[in-house]
């Protein structure tokens, strides 16, 4: 900040609007408020010279005029205070507070998007490839089966297993809690988590489907298992995925059938 100041003063640039006070930043013309006749504009002034312009539109000429101003003024200024630096964690709470119930408008999200356009890389619009499709389902079949995948919300984790004598990844409570569960009951031989890729059509396009375990039993019977909640049920691409699953175990003659459970089959087998 001291380094910043210095500067300053060793420009030593005034307002130009004759009151001899100091600008700011080197790249300002004006202190805050003041104009050309070196007068403080009030609220008032400001509010009436604001519904003077309100519905009126600049020419091309103007837009034009604008933009190569706006440019050169980038090109010269200095780098903000605050350029690369990360904000402490009272100044992360206080934006976060000035934030708290803002909803942005759909017409500003149209225009920020209209905004954006053009500015979205040499990809944008641009169809990926079958072979690339195939190569990213592969690896995203891989970060997950090998537990590398990351869950922004923190639920995931690793438990250990005795039936299977290793530690498994689980990506939701529910899913540990189904872990604990097939540990506690008899009939339960071993299981295995994530263990398939099924594919399925979705909205035209082909995806990867990998359902949560394949449970053995102690009668020999293998069951291919689901773990959602139940308010997610009714979910169009789930049902895709899991009226693919049925038809995969149907073309299998070891596996018996393919089940979605969720918290109120927990509840009655806990």
């Not at 049902?239 to 969720?262: D, L, P, T, Y």
Request: charge should be positive.
């Amino acid at each position: 900040m001291a380094v910043r100041t210095t500067a300053i003063n060793k420009i030593n640039r005034t307002c130009e609007c004759g009151c001899g006070k100091l600008v700011r930043l080197p790249e300002h013309r004006f202190i805050n408020n003041h104009h050309i006749k070196g007068k403080k504009q009030t609220p008032e002034s400001i509010a009436k010279r604001v519904k003077a312009r309100k519905g009126k539109r600049w020419t091309e000429e103007q837009r034009k005029r604008q933009s190569i101003a706006q440019k050169k003024r980038f090109q010269t200024m200095p780098p903000s205070r605050t350029f690369g630096r990360v904000p402490s964690k009272e100044e992360r709470k206080r934006i976060s507070k000035g934030l708290e119930g803002h909803v942005t408008s759909e017409e500003t999200k149209r225009k920020i998007s209209k905004s954006l356009m053009g500015h979205m890389g040499a990809n944008k619009g641009k169809h990926m490839l079958e072979e690339q499709k195939r190569k990213m389902r592969l690896a995203a079949k891989k970060r997950i089966q090998e537990g590398r995948h990351n869950n922004a919300r923190g639920r995931s984790g690793w438990f250990y297993s005795k039936k299977n004598n290793k530690r498994l990844h689980y990506r939701s409570h529910l899913e540990r809690d189904w872990y604990k569960l097939l540990e506690r009951l008899d009939f339960v031989q071993k299981y295995k988590t994530e263990p398939v890729s099924i594919s399925y059509i979705w909205k035209g396009g082909i995806h990867l489907y990998i359902p949560d375990l394949l449970v053995y039993l102690k009668n020999g019977t293998i069951d291919l298992i689901e773990i959602k909640p139940e308010y997610i049920w009714n979910n169009g691409q789930n049902k895709a995925k899991w009226k693919a699953a049925k038809k995969w175990c149907e073309k299998r003659q070891k596996i018996r059938s393919f089940k979605v459970f969720g918290y109120d089959r927990l509840r009655k087998l806990a």
